[in-house]
């Protein structure tokens, strides 16, 4: 493997470029199969001549790709028991997370790593499958949706690829195993993996006859649930090349038919600048936002749909409501700035900003940028009464209270946040 050379202080992105040198080195000499977990799973399982287990899909596909590694999956010839019982002494604790379809969870410290044993399908019905276990690892690989994911790497990194899906990677080809249409029936949730794959390879120029069997399949993706489904969405919105979809007409066609929700394709075609992009993709729920959010209840349909968490609901509805108050008030973010962090915390004045600005002024970088500064170098102060407060002034505690601390602090936001403790005093005297 050659990496090159770079002399320092030759242009000003050599530091930069030396930087990059150096993590493809560490990732020569120190590839992630030799993390020392991975090993230890390696050497509990592996028999003395014979590969037991090996790396298998997302982590590989990364890996070969020299993209950030996240999920480690392996694949095994062992049925889950002798799993179990070849790790009864390691430092591992096994779930059995999906021990009825030979997964099994291996947990150690805060590190995750999900073991499968090698599977065949019996029969299928586009949901759920049911499978028989193999010690063949053709027989696995056949099993799998696309060719970039059936590319399995043993302890020493050496590479078992019985698709050619190397090379489908190297091409950023998205091509499933035998038939498509064999391989959509077995699990309608593979039409939407293929258009997530598709977006992050950014490979749109398909083949038509496969085209063709998506298209005719769709309606399946109906007998999915909801939260199969949602996985994969949060998975897409994550993307960095998902305002890529607008670029073919078909694509995104399909993608508008099976996401009749996200109304608002064309707001992606604003990523275009890199600096707005990068504001935006790093906050999967923004992303949702801006596909979502119009004068509609588009966005509450969407929840109710996928059945999201109350988190997220209550960002899209508070994103909804303020846009259009901040569109109606001028000094939204400038002169009631202050008091717009002080009712809902920065973390979502800093959201809705961003949002704002992607959608009425996406060109001016500069004053989002200078927004989410001023907003977190903004400090506001806390109300300086409570209760308690007015309880050892005298007062019952009950509602009047509250309603005597809400007028009270209306008068100290009025006053820039800051009146002396003999005018507060005043004011509670006023409104009992």
Wanted: hydrophobic share 35%; aromatic share 12%; glycine share 4%.
């Amino acid at each position: 493997m050659v990496f090159g050379t770079t002399i320092l202080g030759s242009n000003p992105s050599a530091p930069a470029n030396n930087m990059l040198i150096v993590d493809n080195i560490k990732k020569y000499l120190f590839p992630f199969y030799k993390n020392k977990k991975i090993k230890e799973i390696f050497v509990h399982l592996n028999s003395k001549n014979k590969n037991n287990v090996m790396l298998v899909g997302g982590c590989v596909r990364n890996y070969l790709n020299n993209e950030q590694i996240g999920d480690i999956d392996l694949a095994t010839t062992l049925t889950p028991g002798e799993v179990i019982k070849k790790l009864a002494n390691s430092n591992f604790k096994v779930l059995k997370t999906g021990i009825d379809h030979g997964t099994l969870t291996l947990q150690q410290d805060k590190e995750i790593f999900e073991i499968t044993t090698l599977r065949e399908d019996v029969s299928t019905d586009g949901r759920h499958a049911k499978v028989s276990f193999t010690d063949s690892w053709e027989k696995d690989s056949n099993r799998r949706d696309f060719t970039i994911n059936a590319i399995y790497l043993d302890q020493n990194g050496k590479i078992f690829d019985p698709h050619n899906g190397r090379k489908d990677l190297k091409d950023k080809r998205i091509k499933f195993i035998g038939n498509p249409q064999e391989r959509i029936e077995e699990d309608y949730l593979r039409i939407i993996r293929f258009l997530r794959f598709s977006i992050q390879y950014k490979n749109f120029e398909k083949d038509k006859d496969t085209i063709k069997i998506i298209k005719k399949n769709i309606p399946g993706i109906l007998k999915l649930s909801k939260e199969r489904i949602f996985s994969e969405i949060v998975k897409i919105t994550k993307l960095k090349n998902l305002s890529e979809v607008v670029s073919n007409n078909e694509f995104k066609e399909i993608f508008e038919i099976i996401f009749p929700e996200f109304k608002y394709l064309n707001r992606l075609s604003k990523f275009e600048n890199r600096k707005l992009k990068k504001n935006i993709v790093l906050e999967y729920n923004l992303v949702l936002a801006l596909l979502l959010i119009d004068q509609s209840d588009n966005h509450n349909y969407f929840v109710h749909k996928y059945k999201t968490s109350n988190f997220l609901k209550e960002y899209l509805n508070f994103l909804h409501k303020y846009f259009y108050e901040a569109k109606k008030n001028k000094n939204f973010f400038a002169k009631d700035l202050k008091k717009n962090v002080f009712f809902h915390n920065k973390e979502k004045i800093i959201s809705l900003a961003k949002f704002y600005y992607t959608i009425v002024n996406p060109k001016n970088l500069k004053k989002i940028d200078d927004l989410v500064k001023e907003i977190k170098n903004l400090r506001v102060p806390e109300f300086p009464l409570t209760g308690e407060y007015l309880i050892n002034k005298g007062f019952k505690s009950g509602r009047k209270i509250g309603e005597i601390l809400k007028k009270v602090e209306k008068v100290w936001i009025e006053n820039d946040f800051d009146l002396k403790k003999e005018d507060l005093n005043n004011l509670i005297k006023k409104y009992n």
